[in-house]
């Protein structure tokens, strides 16, 4: 399960959550440890159980959208490698 949530602060900052469910708090660690390296300071991870819970921020919609869509497509990969083991 994906929870995707969108914000704008009163600093005109956008801010995007993404919580993912998996099936053990163990996929969720390993899933994160693989795309941790990216997350710079724009993206702020952690492990909450058997979730992945993320929050993304931008100064423009479009560069939202730009860090949202890298950020699931190294999910995506770090999911399959996961599930393959």
């Known amino acids: 399960m994906i929870l995707l949530t969108?914000?704008?602060s009163d600093r005109m900052e956008l801010a995007c959550e993404i919580v993912i469910?998996?099936?053990d708090s163990e996929k969720a660690k390993t899933v994160l440890e693989s795309i941790r390296v990216d997350d710079f300071?724009?993206?702020k991870s952690k492990i909450?159980?058997?979730k992945l819970e993320?929050?993304?921020?931008a100064?423009?919609?479009s560069s939202l959208i730009h860090t949202l869509d890298d950020?699931?497509?190294?999910?995506?990969?770090?999911?399959k490698v996961v599930d393959k083991n």
Do not use: P, R
Request: hydrophobic share 50%.
């Open 6 to 8: 969108i914000s704008l």
């Open 21 to 23: 469910e998996f099936d």
């Open 41 to 43: 300071n724009f993206v």
């Open 48 to 50: 909450n159980g058997n």
């Open 54 to 57: 993320a929050k993304i921020t």
């Open 59 to 61: 100064k423009s919609i």
């Open 71 to 79: 950020y699931l497509a190294c999910i995506s990969v770090a999911m």
